[in-house]
């Protein structure tokens, strides 16, 4: 009978996304050894993202400032909203406590993979094509059984595990803790267009949002992106 491989780390954290790459980062500046394990390989797609300017504070505690600043994503100084002829504007510099007055709205495959970058640049260890398949808290110390893509299996004892894994619901999933929503069930689309809009009016530094002049419940967001 083959023995399973066993390693032992101190965190482990599911997920490399941008929660992940930060958290990693950010337990990594403290002394901590981190290890991050990320089912797919990075760029990935996932849905554009308008961020609010408070994440900025978190990507700067992490270090990663600089990265972010240089990348070129589309600056974001606010929000619009529009209900039929109705329009309005909301500035992230308006504000009556000390915050950033900007931030940016990215497409997410270049922006996770500069995050995941810059925390490995920081000595964090991402294993990129590799799945938590199991988890066991009955002991001292939780166990998380992982699987390879060429298919074979390995186990780690960590010292403590963080779920950063978004709607992959990891360890919810694993430890049977998923209950149904009692939320009304919803639908969304997304699509990327080349708009070509030359309206000196329109603020490509906003991300809008817009209602449907007769159904209050059909939204529309759209999040310019600088190319």
Not at 64 to 81: P, S
Not at 134 to 150: C, F, M, T
Not at 172 to 188: G, H, I, K, M, Y
Request: net charge negative.
């Amino acid at each position: 009978m083959s023995t399973v491989e066993l390693q032992r780390r101190t965190i482990v954290v599911i997920g490399a996304g941008p929660s992940g790459a930060i958290a990693a980062a950010l337990l990594k500046r403290k002394g901590h050894d981190v290890l991050v394990i990320e089912r797919q390989h990075f760029p990935r797609f996932s849905i554009g993202e308008s961020l609010l300017s408070h994440c900025l504070d978190f990507v700067e505690e992490a270090g990663m400032l600089d990265a972010v600043n240089a990348a070129g994503f589309q600056l974001k100084t606010g929000a619009a909203f529009a209900w039929g002829e109705r329009y309005s504007t909301f500035d992230f510099g308006d504000t009556f406590t000390q915050g950033k007055p900007t931030t940016f709205q990215v497409q997410r495959a270049d922006f996770d993979k500069l995050l995941a970058d810059q925390a490995a640049l920081q000595g964090v260890e991402i294993r990129y094509g590799e799945t938590i398949v199991s988890v066991e808290i009955d002991q001292a110390k939780p166990l998380l059984g992982v699987r390879r893509e060429d298919g074979s299996e390995y186990r780690i004892e960590a010292g403590f595990m963080l779920d950063a894994s978004g709607y992959g619901r990891v360890l919810p999933r694993l430890l049977d803790l998923e209950a149904p929503s009692n939320f009304p069930v919803r639908q969304a689309v997304f699509t990327h267009v080349e708009d070509h809009i030359d309206n000196p009016n329109f603020d490509r530094t906003k991300i809008l949002v817009t209602t449907h002049p007769t159904q209050r419940d059909i939204w529309f967001w759209t999040i310019p992106f600088s190319n």
